[in-house]
């Protein structure tokens, strides 16, 4: 296949089985598996207790969970600094798709060597958790980019949230594998690492026998590949001033980022932390359980959506969002608020991530520059969680408290709600 038809049911298939494949690394690696892992390792425990969660890196000690915020945030600030370029390059060339596998194979093969991490070589061990992070949102900056050219605006919140379910389903069932292995027959936890490589890179061919590379917006002339690039997203830049909705949302878009991708990457290293009694087999049954309510609320939404639009909608999951910071701040302290809790969260991150993709794709200009203009709305989201994770360790690190951490999430979600409000009406997204 080397052009697109919009609105093909295997092509679009192909394409949300992407999800299905790389949601084995935000569920297993970011945020259930190997956070616990990462706090047993890299904490002193006598007798079942937490002696000590500090640690050394370069001769500077931090807490532990700190550190692994501040990793994270570089990863993303990496990935904003190189993802411009590298989109205006995709889109030059037409080379969507290779793009897509480097990140991709970059990413599954950083989670395997997960396998190795040992706290006494920890500054080589954090590079695999940061590689393993650049790989799977370079990826997405790429695949994000073919959902305007395989379906129809008036099917991208359905074919959105397609693609977050068979996520949420996918990395769900991964999960629950490799648990039974732990549990069940004594598996090393580090094995699992080696099967979310695996199950990235293995289901990631069905999508890529299927999607084209991408159409070429222009013909690359001689000279600087990566002076095309810039020059790619000043271009991108120029049209999005002059759209004055877009603008809008992507400031909003940008605000709320900051909360939203925090919130999951550090759930269970705050439960582990700030929740008494929580045992470890417990706190994966919330993980999971996020993991299928996520599955509803991505077409709860999008149902919803199609009645009152998508802004009104966005901001319906924004008000949710600060209903539960403010809640699990204040009141969530035992396990059974922490599942309370944890089935809120579930139900308004599918939403919000499946809404928020499909809305950017429908407020896009007519273009053949889509992994440009994708570019824009994955360094924003970057960028935010980068402000996210930074504010989020560097709070704990001065008062000694993940929960303390919450209130600038909770300032993060109502500015973005505020912003959400000023954003013009239109036909698509009202």
């Given at each position: 296949?080397n ?5 093909d ?23 259930a ?13 006598v ?8 640690v ?22 990496i ?8 989109s ?15 990140f ?35 990826s ?20 959105s ?14 999960l ?7 549990k ?29 590379n ?6 690359l ?8 690039g ?6 991108v ?37 700030e ?36 802004i ?73 969680i ?9 709070i ?7 929960r ?27």
């Amino acid at each position: 296949m080397n052009t697109f038809q919009k609105g093909d049911k295997k092509l679009i298939n192909a394409w949300t089985f992407y999800d299905w494949a790389n949601s084995s690394y935000p569920l297993v690696i970011s945020t259930a598996i190997f956070p616990i892992f990462y706090e047993k390792v890299t904490s002193t425990i006598v007798d079942g207790k937490v002696i000590s969660d500090k640690v050394s890196l370069f001769g500077v000690e931090f807490i532990n969970s700190e550190i692994y915020s501040y990793v994270v945030a570089l990863s993303f600030i990496i990935v904003s600094i190189f993802s411009p370029i590298l989109s205006g390059i995709a889109d030059f060339s037409g080379s969507k798709k290779r793009f897509m596998q480097f990140f991709c194979y970059l990413g599954s093969i950083s989670c395997a060597s997960l396998y190795f991490f040992n706290k006494d070589y920890l500054g080589l061990s954090m590079l695999s958790i940061l590689f393993a992070s650049i790989g799977f949102w370079g990826s997405l900056v790429f695949y994000n980019a073919y959902l305007p050219e395989i379906a129809e605006p008036a099917d991208h919140d359905k074919v959105s949230a397609k693609g977050f379910g068979m996520g949420y389903f996918g990395g769900a069932i991964l999960l629950i594998i490799n648990l039974i292995l732990i549990k069940g027959f004594g598996m090393n936890a580090r094995f699992s690492f080696i099967s979310v490589a695996l199950w990235w890179i293995g289901f990631a061919q069905i999508t890529f026998a299927r999607l084209p590379n991408g159409t070429k917006s222009n013909v690359l002339s001689q000279g600087n590949v990566i002076f095309k690039g810039f020059k790619e997203l000043w271009k991108v830049w120029n049209e999005l001033k002059h759209i004055k909705q877009l603008k809008r949302y992507l400031i909003a878009f940008f605000i709320y980022s900051m909360g939203v991708q925090t919130v999951m990457l550090m759930a269970v290293l705050f439960a582990k932390k700030e929740i008494a009694g929580l045992e470890d087999a417990n706190l994966i049954t919330s993980v999971l359980l996020i993991q299928f309510v996520g599955i509803l609320g991505s077409f709860l939404f999008s149902r919803i959506s199609n009645k009152i639009g998508n802004i009104k909608t966005l901001g319906l999951t924004l008000f949710i969002w600060i209903a539960i910071c403010i809640g699990t701040y204040a009141f969530v302290f035992t396990p059974n608020a922490f599942y309370v809790i944890a089935c809120s969260v579930g139900l308004v991150m599918g939403g919000i991530q499946s809404l928020s993709r499909s809305t950017y794709s429908k407020l896009l200009p007519e273009t053949t520059d889509n992994a440009s203009f994708f570019s824009f709305y994955d360094v924003c989201e970057k960028v935010g969680i980068v402000i996210g994770m930074l504010s989020f360790g560097f709070i704990e690190g001065v008062t000694g408290s993940m929960r303390n951490s919450i209130l600038a999430l909770i300032i993060f979600f109502i500015l973005g709600f505020v912003v959400l409000l000023t954003i013009p009406k239109s036909k698509n997204v009202s």
